[in-house]
Structure formats: structure tokens, C-alpha cells
């Protein structure tokens, strides 16, 4: 069971048994539970008892005391189960996704402040799994169907006694009558009687009770009941207050402004360096008002959320609050700026510090947004975009960003450069159709507000957003941003347009430019824990050690992409690695890996509306289930990948998915438009690999043998050419098909022989192909290395369907270039017309001029032609 996700007790629990045994009780028999009653009557106290008493197998705590926004309940239940962030997508539906089949107890503290969304979150979650049961504290209902609402009760009058003896630290103070007097006053209020307590050192009994009688008699009114309780430990409050010295009282009332904790250091630079706040801090625990959380590596601080109600009263009656919240954003911004040097040298380090004082940040945010003169809020808000872009509290960084813009509108100063970046920054993250725009915007503003590294990073971000449907706007981009960033030392923007520029590379099939720029930049962003680009790189090194033949080092790289990705905790960055790895395992013959590697993914977009989109997921599974031949589940999941979210050319959109849809559809016009339409792509994007894959399929979907060989043959010279060994073995297979099939068995066998050798190479699994009575020469065919098949399949060729010169040696694609070319038309013009590159125009007619036995287009009109 996992106890370790409770909270731990710091203090002995004292007596409850008979309450325990009912709150027990009743979490075994209603899934949902609400612990209520007033602050400081011991809910907390009593669910962390019962959770950690009750039978289930899995167990998650949730202090929702750490937000006022009710749109963050969901994100804060979704890091507490550790689901994986999707962004703007429904995070009710992970949720549901991860606790549908496991019997799990929730717990919900503090829900008072957020109810409403809390009773969203928990009756959504009830509805959707059947194995939940949810445990909640708050001072009053959810108002739920079905729930138990059980009321906390006063502790015993002897349960009190025993607990100030055990918080005063003498026992026999259980003994003193004025003590039994003073817990008969307190009405069985856990934190009251603790206040009182903690007081033993200072005060007698007698002066403690007497103490508790004046407050009691001028707070105090109406009859007992919930009510009363709330004025008992008002009264409490007010006395312990009282007690203090005067700078224990103005350190205590200032601590109000803080949230989620806060340590030693902010603590004194809330109220200034002459202030001795250590041995202030040191009597508000000591006094109980103060919370010391000692387990990490620093000591942190905390107010319970009823005393820190008191406080903050305390502090606006005194007319304080006002100069205590400015002096609270002039310390969080300083705070912030103070570990600016992380960001380029340790990223999770800054992540985990800015973590640490995140609902200071928020808090100080609000404030200084919503004051007069907001310039400090907007200056804080612009510190923080790089937490808010890999993290939970994503979507609540963009709104915080938009604000802070707004109140910036018009002007084009630097600041007002870097809030809009750093809102391109994020929603790249959390809302990509805004991002790109956005990018622009602040590309031209940083410009002209002369802030170079907002603009840097906002190219680069302008950049990714080409790479889809224009790789030379992307490769012209990305090149400029990592010249700039090298001027200005911007460590991020040079490696991240490595890495860029390398993805544009690796799209046109070249590996080992792609490679060395991917290595480059991955080295530099994971030693600076820029985990969510480095993640990346290493899943296409993975990829492209694949494509290229390597598969077992193919593997290796994808699950090192995973492991940058997992401390992300984010649904895009581990999708990728996760297909990566199911891709890999996939080409060498592991199905099963590949199904498991698909696991999480398939979980989280069975129970979330729209699901996240991660590239090539969709394709992935349609391609597994077109390997099991089950054709109709792999057309949903590839016309899913065709789905046009707008502002992407038809014929570019997905055009992996158009190949398996046409082979998942079968020989026909349908299946060909789609071929065409990859065909397409490939020469648009020049994209030598999709344009290989483009022909394959043609092969495979050709109408008679004739055409299906001269598609595998062009699909394998292109694979040749740019060393793509794991398609040249499916080109040579396919076209020992074609040549069994016509009768010549021998030369399949020799090249099913080479195919053999190559998959043990390459990390395949057995092709399952065989030529019957031809055992001889499949064995000769294994003394072939993959280059040399190759080169004997393109000679076998020649033998079998066209002479190795003249106008008839040519193929169709050589054949449609040269005539074109008869007519005068330039290199650009016939890549215009064709829908190729200039460099695959120029490729296609040096094979030709070899050919045809000239040199150069002069020539060509004296060629003969059939």
C-alpha cells in the first residue's frame, strides 16, 4: 500500500478512537466521505489517521489549501496521482483514464475555499470509476448525491486534557484541576487546546485559565454548537495573540501575505534586515502559530490556513496589509531575479526552486496586477514563462501572462517584448494555434524594443512552427536564430536551433548532417536540464539510427529520450519517446513491445475529448493493426491523423497516414489518390524517405507486375542513395516477390539470401519469406552485403526489363524530366512541375545524360527517341 503518500504525522495523534472507528466505517461503506466542521476541530488531523487506517491498495492525499483558483483543483489532483499534463485538454478524463481499474482511496483537504470545483472534480470522478472512494475535509459539504457528511465532534474532555499534557510536555499537567478547567473551556477544540498548550513553559495553569476566561467572556456568545466553536478558538487565537511580544505580534500578522510556506530568507526579506526574524520565527512555533517543516533540505514554514485567516485580519485592521503585500512582490520578484543564472545553467534546479515558492509567486502575481501601477506584477509575470511552459499550472501562466501583457498594450518597451514571448513560450506548450502568431508578434516587437534575446527566442519559436509545411522557412529561421544566439550567448536558442535545423535535415533524409546537429544540441540542452527539447532530439537520433540500420542503438537512444522526459511529467514530450520506442520495436519485429510502449497513450486518449495530439501516434497504431490485418481499425486511427485542424495544404497533412489508409483501403482510385497525394508531399518537402515510402506503396497497390517493379525500383534507388538500409530490405524483399512470382527463383532466392544477413545486422526479425527448391542459392545470397543486394537487384533489373542505355534504359520519372527539358524549360521549372526539388531535377538528369551517352542538355535533341 502506499503509505508514503499520506501525510506524515509530526505529532503523536491523541485519543478519536471511537471517532477513527466511525470515520472508518463509513469510508467502507459510501465512496465519498466529507470530514466537516470548523477550523482547527481536527479534520486534517482525523483523515490523515483514517487514510492511513483504511484497506485500499492505492491512497493519494490532496491539500488543496495551496490555491484559490478553482480552475488549478484538477492540475493539483493530476500531480498528487501523477498523471501526465495534457495542456488545454480535459484533465478530468486522465484522471479518469489512471483510477478507472484501480481501487483507490482520494483525499481531499481543505476543500472549503474551492468547493464548487471540488464537487466537479470528485462527482465527475465518482461517476466515471466505479473503484474510487473519496475522503473529504472541509468546513462545510460538497453537496453531492450520495454523500456522508460526517461532522467532526468535539474531542473528549478527557482527550483534551491528555492533549495539552502531551503538547506541554508534562503529563502530570493532566493532573491540575486548572488545566481540566481550561480544556472545558476551549469545547474540545484540538487547535485551541494546543494554542493554550503550547503557552505551559511561560504561563501557570491558573494564569492560562484565567488568561482564557477574560477572552472567553469578551468574544464569546450564542449557544454551543458549531457556531460557538468557531468563537472558542477565535478567543483562543486572539488571547495567544495577545501574549506576544510586540515584534513576535507584527512578524506574525506580516507572515499572513505568505503562501504554501516560505523560508528562513523570504521571511527576512518581507521585513527587512534590521528585523530579527530567526528568533521570531523560532517563538511562533514555539507558540504553535507557526508550522516548522523540517524533512527537506532546507527548514520551511508554514501557517495553518485558520491561522493564517486570523493573521491576515490582524494585519488589515492595523492597516497594514497594503505596504506588507507590496513588500511581499518586491521580495518574490527579487527572489526570482536572484536565480536568473539558472536558467542557462541548471534547469531543474530553477524549475524545482520557482516549484518551491510557486503560490508566493502567484499570490505576489495577483497583487501586483491588479495594483495601480502594475509595472512590478508585469515584471514578475515576464521572470516566469519558462515554469508555466513545462508545467501543470500551464494554462494558468498563459492567463497571467495575457493580463500582464494587456496592461502593457501599446507600449513597445522591452518588458512589454518579453511578456509577449514569453506568452509564445507557453502557449507552444498549451495552445499551439495561438503560438505561432504570437511568436510573430513578439519577434517584430523585441526587434524594435531593441531586446534581443526575446527576439531570438521568439524566431526560434516562429521557426517550429514552419517545420510542418515549410522546411526551408524553418532551416532559414532556425539558422538565423543560432547565429544571433551565439552573439548573445543564449545557450538554449543556439542548441534548440540545432536541434531544429537537424529535424529539417533528418526530414530530407540527411542522416548524418542530421545527426552530428542533433547530437551537438541534444549534449548542450541536457546538461542544462532542458529536458523537453533534448528529450526530442534524442527520440529522432533514435529514429534516424533506424532508418539508417541500427535498430539495437535505435532503442537505446528512444529509451533515453523517455528518461529525459519523465521528470517532465508531460503527456507530449514522454508521447514522443513512448512512440519512438514503439516504432523502433515495432520495424524489428515486436509487436508486443510496441503495444506496451503505446500503453499509457491509448489509456489517456480513450477517456479524454479531444485527445492530446502527438505526432505519429495515430499512424503508429494504424500501422500495427495493419500488420495484424485488421484493415477497418487501421483506417479509424489513420483517417484520425487526416483530421485538418486548418491552416495545413491538403496534400501535406500527414502523409504517412495517406499511405497506410491507402494500403489499409486497398487497390482502387481512392487508394491512388492518396498515394499521389504523399507522392506529392514528398517532392514539395523534399522528403527523399516519404517520397521512397510513396512509391513502395504504389508498388504494393500496382494493378499488374510490370508497374509494381518499376515502383520498388524507384523506391529502392532513392533508399540506396541516401542510406536507408531499413527500407532497402523492404524494397529487396518486395522485389524478390516480383521476381519469384515471373518465374526467377534464383535471383529471389540470392536476394532473400542478402535480406537474411541484413536483418541479423540491422536487429530484424525473420522476413518468413521463402523460395521453395532454391536453398543454394539463398545461401549464396547471404555473402552479399546490403550495398552489394542492392547493386545486384538494379544490374538484375536491367537484364530483365530495359537495356542499360539509350532512350529506353531510362525510367518514367528520367523519362518525364528529359522531356521537359527538350522544351526548354530550367531546372526550377521542371521541380515546379513535377513537384521535386531542384537538386532531385539535377540528380535525374545526370542519370540520364549517363545513359544516353551525352554530357549536357545541348545534346539532347540529337538523342534518338522510340
Known amino acids: 500500500?502506499?503509505?508514503?503518500?499520506?501525510?506524515?504525522?509530526?505529532?503523536?495523534?491523541?485519543?478519536?478512537?471511537?471517532?477513527?472507528?466511525?470515520?472508518?466505517?463509513?469510508?467502507?461503506?459510501?465512496?465519498?466521505?466529507?470530514?466537516?466542521?470548523?477550523?482547527?476541530?481536527?479534520k486534517t488531523r482525523l483523515a490523515v489517521r483514517a487514510a492511513r487506517d483504511a484497506a485500499f491498495e492505492h491512497r493519494h492525499w490532496v491539500d488543496l489549501a495551496a490555491t484559490a483558483d478553482p480552475l488549478v483543483?484538477?492540475?493539483?489532483?493530476?500531480?498528487?496521482?501523477?498523471?501526465?499534463?495534457?495542456?488545454?485538454?480535459?484533465?478530468?478524463?486522465?484522471?479518469?483514464?489512471?483510477?478507472?481499474?484501480?481501487?483507490?482511496?482520494?483525499?481531499?483537504?481543505?476543500?472549503?475555499?474551492?468547493?464548487?470545483?471540488?464537487?466537479?472534480?470528485?462527482?465527475?470522478?465518482?461517476?466515471?470509476?466505479?473503484?474510487?472512494?473519496?475522503?473529504?475535509?472541509?468546513?462545510?459539504?460538497?453537496?453531492?448525491?450520495?454523500?456522508?457528511?460526517?461532522?467532526?465532534?468535539?474531542?473528549?474532555?478527557?482527550?483534551s486534557v491528555r492533549l495539552f499534557a502531551e503538547r506541554a510536555r508534562d503529563l502530570g499537567a493532566a493532573q491540575d484541576p486548572a488545566v481540566v478547567a481550561a480544556c472545558a473551556r476551549m469545547e474540545g477544540m484540538p487547535l485551541a487546546v494546543e494554542l493554550a498548550a503550547a503557552w505551559s513553559g511561560i504561563l501557570s495553569p491558573r494564569e492560562i485559565l484565567d488568561g482564557l476566561d477574560d477572552r472567553f467572556r469578551l468574544l464569546v456568545r450564542g449557544p454551543h454548537g458549531v457556531a460557538a466553536r468557531h468563537q472558542t478558538l477565535a478567543a483562543s487565537m486572539a488571547w495567544s495573540y495577545d501574549l506576544l511580544q510586540e515584534a513576535d505580534r507584527a512578524l506574525f500578522e506580516r507572515l499572513a501575505v505568505f503562501r504554501g510556506g516560505f523560508s528562513a530568507a523570504s521571511a527576512q526579506s518581507l521585513c527587512g534586515e534590521r528585523a530579527p526574524v530567526l528568533e521570531g520565527l523560532r517563538s511562533l512555533v514555539e507558540k504553535s502559530l507557526l508550522v516548522a517543516d523540517t524533512g527537506g533540505a532546507a527548514t520551511r514554514f508554514r501557517m495553518l490556513e485558520t491561522v493564517r485567516e486570523f493573521a491576515e485580519q490582524r494585519l488589515e485592521e492595523a492597516g497594514a496589509a497594503d505596504a506588507a503585500r507590496d513588500r511581499h512582490l518586491e521580495a518574490c520578484l527579487e527572489l526570482v531575479r536572484s536565480w536568473r543564472d539558472l536558467i542557462d545553467a541548471d534547469k531543474d534546479a530553477w524549475r524545482a526552486a520557482v516549484a518551491a515558492e510557486y503560490e508566493n509567486f502567484h499570490a505576489a502575481l495577483g497583487w501586483g496586477l491588479s495594483r495601480p501601477d502594475p509595472s512590478l506584477g508585469r515584471e514578475l509575470a515576464a521572470e516566469l514563462p519558462w515554469f508555466w511552459h513545462s508545467s501543470r499550472r500551464g494554462r494558468e501562466g498563459l492567463a497571467l501572462l495575457r493580463r500582464a501583457a494587456r496592461l502593457g498594450e501599446g507600449d513597445r518597451?522591452?518588458?512589454?517584448?518579453?511578456?509577449?514571448?514569453?506568452?509564445?513560450?507557453?502557449?507552444?506548450?498549451?495552445?499551439?494555434?495561438?503560438?505561432?502568431?504570437?511568436?510573430?508578434?513578439?519577434?517584430?516587437?523585441?526587434?524594435?524594443?531593441?531586446?534581443?534575446?526575446?527576439?531570438?527566442?521568439?524566431?526560434?519559436?516562429?521557426?517550429?512552427?514552419?517545420?510542418?509545411?515549410?522546411?526551408?522557412?524553418?532551416?532559414?529561421?532556425?539558422?538565423?536564430?543560432?547565429?544571433?544566439?551565439?552573439g548573445l550567448g543564449d545557450g538554449f536558442v543556439h542548441d534548440a536551433a540545432n536541434v531544429l535545423l537537424g529535424m529539417v535535415h533528418h526530414r530530407r533524409d540527411d542522416h548524418a548532417r542530421a545527426a552530428?546537429?542533433?547530437?551537438?544540441?541534444?549534449?548542450?540542452?541536457?546538461?542544462?536540464?532542458?529536458?523537453?527539447?533534448?528529450?526530442?532530439?534524442?527520440?529522432?537520433?533514435?529514429?534516424?539510427?533506424?532508418?539508417?540500420?541500427?535498430?539495437?542503438?535505435?532503442?537505446?537512444?528512444?529509451?533515453?529520450?523517455?528518461a529525459l522526459a519523465e521528470p517532465l511529467g508531460d503527456f507530449h514530450r514522454i508521447g514522443m519517446a513512448r512512440i519512438a520506442i514503439a516504432r523502433i520495436a515495432r520495424w524489428a519485429g515486436r509487436p508486443e513491445d510496441a503495444w506496451d510502449a503505446l500503453e499509457l497513450l491509448l489509456q489517456t486518449d480513450a477517456n479524454v475529448?479531444?485527445?492530446?495530439?502527438?505526432?505519429?501516434?495515430?499512424?503508429?497504431?494504424?500501422?500495427?493493426?495493419?500488420?495484424?490485418?485488421?484493415?477497418?481499425?487501421?483506417r479509424h486511427w489513420y483517417e484520425r491523423d487526416l483530421a485538418n485542424p486548418g491552416g495545413i495544404p491538403e496534400h501535406l497533412l500527414a502523409p504517412d497516414a495517406r499511405?497506410?489508409?491507402?494500403?489499409?483501403?486497398?487497390?482502387?482510385?481512392?487508394?491512388?489518390?492518396?498515394?499521389?497525394?504523399?507522392?506529392?508531399?514528398g517532392r514539395d518537402l523534399d522528403m527523399p524517405g516519404l517520397l521512397a515510402d510513396a512509391f513502395e506503396a504504389a508498388g504494393e497497390l500496382a494493378p499488374d507486375p510490370k508497374r509494381a517493379e518499376e515502383a520498388h525500383h524507384e523506391a529502392l534507388a532513392i533508399r540506396?542513395?541516401?542510406?536507408?538500409?531499413?527500407?532497402?530490405?523492404?524494397?529487396?524483399?518486395?522485389?524478390?516477390?516480383?521476381?519469384?512470382?515471373?518465374?526467377?527463383?534464383?535471383?529471389?532466392?540470392?536476394?532473400?539470401?542478402?535480406?537474411?544477413?541484413?536483418?541479423?545486422?540491422?536487429?530484424?526479425?525473420?522476413?518468413?519469406?521463402?523460395?521453395?527448391?532454391?536453398?543454394?542459392?539463398?545461401?549464396?545470397?547471404?555473402?552479399?552485403?546490403?550495398?552489394?543486394?542492392?547493386?545486384?537487384?538494379?544490374?538484375?533489373?536491367?537484364?530483365?526489363?530495359?537495356?542499360?542505355?539509350?532512350?529506353?534504359?531510362?525510367?518514367?520519372?528520367?523519362?518525364?524530366?528529359?522531356?521537359?527539358?527538350?522544351?526548354?524549360?530550367?531546372?526550377?521549372?521542371?521541380?515546379?512541375?513535377?513537384?521535386m526539388s531542384r537538386a532531385t531535377v539535377k540528380t535525374h538528369l545526370s542519370h540520364a545524360y549517363a545513359k544516353l551517352g551525352i554530357a549536357n542538355r545541348t545534346q539532347l535533341a540529337t538523342v534518338e527517341r522510340p
Open 1 to 42: 500500500m502506499d503509505d508514503g503518500l499520506i501525510p506524515l504525522e509530526l505529532t503523536g495523534f491523541i485519543g478519536r478512537e471511537d471517532e477513527l472507528r466511525a470515520v472508518g466505517a463509513a469510508v467502507a461503506s459510501s465512496r465519498l466521505v466529507s470530514l466537516v466542521g470548523p477550523g482547527g476541530s481536527g
Open 73 to 159: 483543483v484538477p492540475e493539483l489532483v493530476a500531480a498528487a496521482l501523477g498523471v501526465l499534463r495534457t495542456a488545454d485538454r480535459d484533465g478530468i478524463g486522465v484522471l479518469a483514464g489512471r483510477l478507472a481499474d484501480r481501487r483507490t482511496l482520494l483525499c481531499l483537504d481543505n476543500c472549503e475555499h474551492v468547493r464548487e470545483a471540488a464537487a466537479d472534480v470528485v462527482g465527475e470522478l465518482l461517476r466515471r470509476c466505479p473503484l474510487l472512494t473519496v475522503l473529504c475535509t472541509s468546513r462545510e459539504p460538497l453537496r453531492l448525491p450520495g454523500e456522508t457528511v460526517w461532522r467532526v465532534p468535539p474531542m473528549s474532555r478527557e482527550d
Open 413 to 486: 518597451t522591452a518588458l512589454q517584448a518579453r511578456l509577449l514571448t514569453g506568452t509564445a513560450l507557453v502557449a507552444d506548450t498549451n495552445e499551439r494555434r495561438e503560438g505561432s502568431e504570437l511568436a510573430a508578434r513578439a519577434f517584430a516587437l523585441a526587434e524594435a524594443a531593441g531586446e534581443e534575446r526575446s527576439a531570438c527566442l521568439a524566431l526560434l519559436l516562429t521557426a517550429i512552427d514552419r517545420l510542418y509545411d515549410d522546411l526551408e522557412a524553418a532551416q532559414r529561421m532556425a539558422a538565423e536564430a543560432r547565429e544571433r544566439a551565439a
Open 516 to 562: 552530428a546537429l542533433l547530437e551537438e544540441g541534444m549534449r548542450g540542452l541536457a546538461a542544462r536540464g532542458d529536458r523537453e527539447v533534448a528529450s526530442t532530439a534524442c527520440g529522432i537520433l533514435a529514429v534516424s539510427a533506424a532508418l539508417g540500420g541500427d535498430l539495437r542503438r535505435a532503442d537505446e537512444r528512444a529509451r533515453e529520450s523517455l
Open 609 to 634: 475529448e479531444p485527445p492530446p495530439f502527438v505526432p505519429w501516434f495515430f499512424t503508429c497504431v494504424g500501422d500495427l493493426h495493419l500488420d495484424a490485418g485488421d484493415r477497418e481499425r487501421a
Open 659 to 681: 499511405l497506410g489508409l491507402a494500403r489499409a483501403l486497398g487497390p482502387g482510385e481512392a487508394a491512388n489518390a492518396h498515394v499521389d497525394m504523399a507522392m506529392r508531399a
Open 720 to 835: 540506396a542513395e541516401h542510406g536507408l538500409r531499413l527500407g532497402c530490405v523492404r524494397s529487396l524483399e518486395h522485389l524478390a516477390a516480383l521476381a519469384d512470382a515471373s518465374g526467377s527463383g534464383l535471383e529471389a532466392a540470392r536476394l532473400l539470401g542478402a535480406c537474411d544477413r541484413a536483418r541479423e545486422e540491422i536487429g530484424l526479425a525473420a522476413s518468413g519469406l521463402d523460395v521453395p527448391g532454391e536453398a543454394e542459392a539463398r545461401r549464396e545470397g547471404r555473402s552479399m552485403a546490403l550495398e552489394e543486394a542492392v547493386a545486384y537487384a538494379r544490374r538484375a533489373r536491367g537484364r530483365r526489363s530495359r537495356p542499360a542505355s539509350g532512350w529506353a534504359s531510362l525510367t518514367p520519372t528520367e523519362v518525364s524530366v528529359v522531356e521537359l527539358a527538350i522544351t526548354g524549360m530550367t531546372n526550377p521549372e521542371i521541380a515546379g512541375k513535377l513537384f
